[in-house]
């Protein structure tokens, strides 16, 4: 298979490949599948990250820092950079040593057209329900190779599962339309949203492109759909003349489906959204021949991965008053002033229907307990064109400390003077929800003492439970506030 898959890519059977970007989710996980072909890996980013830090410890050279293109290694076969990097300026270094050179949809649109791909597409929940799918595909004996967005504990706490079956099961994202570079056998659409409005003009932009993304599932192929999203669903006239005319297969599904029940009992992780996730992985799974109790079985032995409500440990906050009732003192209340253990969880949610979802789902898991939400907003053009969707995002937090915005490198300006600023996020909210207590916090360095701040000394029977919410560096402050 190996030498089949370089005749049909074009490439040495052995080689040496330079990843720019390798600390991205979606290059770092193409570094494994080179290992796993015997290539030898090389590459670098702008910053450090646990990502990168993964690749050096399996030996991969990462440098770190801005790059130039005369960084490029003498000795190289192949060049695959990030969407985030600025690549035109490294191809033309690439094309004059005559070294192939492709952006990380461009060189995996070639592997889905050699695999049989399972493509996961959507504005929200494509992690998700990437990693069910190629979960149930492992149970299912297909061993299949898996490029998803998050790390699984099923896949050694990487991104990448090595396979040996034909199949590809791969997260595919709309940024930069990305994902119409890829050919899948099965194409999965969880929801469109008002997403990537760097990207998109509009909805309808959106719309269209996912249309197109559908358009290119091979002949005979497969659709599998959520009928509950709204957006998607207004497409299901356009999907039916291109299904009639690939001769497609077309899935809907939904939590309105008669077996939501048993998969609702499957799921050991909360959240109504993560059933409609669930739902799609199976029918998926379906489509290419794993048996729904294989799949119920999968499912059930499933606890989450990397940063979608993530459970990392505690924090401990010295001397909070906590009411206890001593029954040996005439059933009196007495203060115990001790540490207090809180709960804390790490969620990459950065859109307002996923904050909503993240908060409900907690809110599910913990209905006795209030919820401290940290929230760090991503990219300027994001906050400021969903602006209202953030002010009603976050109905399910009992107290929300928000940390300046994370601006995106390339896709934001220096400096911001409008208004999608935390500062004014924080603002609006509790102009629209007074009673509810908002902070802002402007140095995250301080997040350890300020929280011990605000809620100590407030007496309460049951720790609160603590989210770290965002998609920019808020996680390394969750690492600095959990305590082994």
């Known amino acids: 298979m190996k030498g089949e898959i370089f005749i049909h890519l074009g490439l040495p059977r052995r080689g040496r490949v330079y990843l720019l970007g390798a600390g991205g989710i979606g290059v770092s996980s193409l570094a494994w599948w080179f290992l796993a072909q015997k290539w030898a890996v090389e590459g670098s980013d702008i910053a450090k990250s646990p990502l990168t830090s993964e690749l050096r410890k399996q030996g991969i050279k990462v440098k770190i820092g801005p790059q130039n ?20 300026r490294f191809c033309g270094e ?4 005559g070294i192939p ?39 299912g004996r297909l061993d299949p190779t ?42 999965v659409v969880t929801s469109i949203d008002r997403e990537h409005l760097d990207t998109y003009q509009n909805l309808g932009d959106i719309k269209r492109t996912f249309l197109q993304f559908l358009s290119n599932t091979a002949a005979h192929g497969t659709l599998v759909l959520n009928r509950d999203d709204k957006n998607l669903r207004s497409l299901a006239p356009r999907v039916r003349k291109l299904a009639a005319r690939k001769k497609l297969h077309i899935v809907w599904y939904s939590l309105a489906d008669a077996d939501v029940g048993a998969v609702r009992r499957a799921m050991k992780i909360p959240g109504e959204h993560n059933v409609s996730n669930a739902l799609a992985a199976i029918r998926a799974a379906a489509s290419v021949g794993v048996p729904r109790r294989i799949a119920l079985a999968a499912i059930s032995r499933y606890r989450g991965s990397w940063r979608r409500m993530e459970y990392r440990g505690t ?4 001397n909070y008053e906590l009411q206890i009732t001593d029954k040996d003192r005439l059933n009196k209340t007495v203060i115990h002033n001790s540490r207090f253990i809180i ?10 229907t996923e904050i909503r979802a993240t908060l409900a789902a907690l809110k599910e898991k913990y209905p006795e307990r209030k919820i401290i939400c940290v929230f760090q907003p991503h990219q300027t053009r994001r906050l400021q064109t969903l602006w209202k969707e953030f002010i ?39 102009k629209k929800y007074p009673g509810k207590s908002i902070h802002y916090l402007a140095n995250p360095k301080n997040l350890e003492k300020f929280l011990s701040k605000i809620l100590s000394p407030k007496p309460h029977p049951l720790s609160p439970i603590l989210v770290m919410m965002g998609a920019g560096d808020i996680v390394n402050y969750t690492d600095a506030l959990v305590r082994p």
């Open 101 to 139: 050179a492709f952006s990380y949809p461009q060189f995996v649109g070639r592997l889905t057209r050699y695999y049989r791909t399972v493509a996961i597409a959507g504005a929200h929940g494509k992690s998700t329900t990437t990693a069910l799918v190629g979960i149930i595909l492992a149970a």
């Open 392 to 430: 009603g995002a976050f109905n399910d937090a009992d107290v929300m400390v928000l940390l300046p915005l994370y601006r995106v490198a390339g896709r934001d300006p220096s400096t911001n003077s409008g208004q999608a600023t935390s500062v004014k996020l924080a603002e609006a909210i509790h």
């Open 315 to 318: 924090m401990r906050i010295r």
């Open 94 to 97: 690439a094309l004059a040593r």
């Open 343 to 352: 709960p804390v969880y790490d969620d990459y949610a950065h859109h307002p």
């Open 146 to 187: 898996v490029i998803v967005g998050t790390k699984l504990r099923e896949f050694g706490g990487r991104n990448f599962r090595r396979g040996k079956g034909i199949h590809l099961v791969l997260e595919a994202d709309e940024y930069g339309r990305a994902f119409l570079n890829y050919s899948p056998a099965v194409a």
């Open 69 to 88: 293109r005369l960084a490029i290694p003498r000795r190289v076969d192949l060049l695959v950079y990030s969407q985030a990097v600025a690549g035109s």
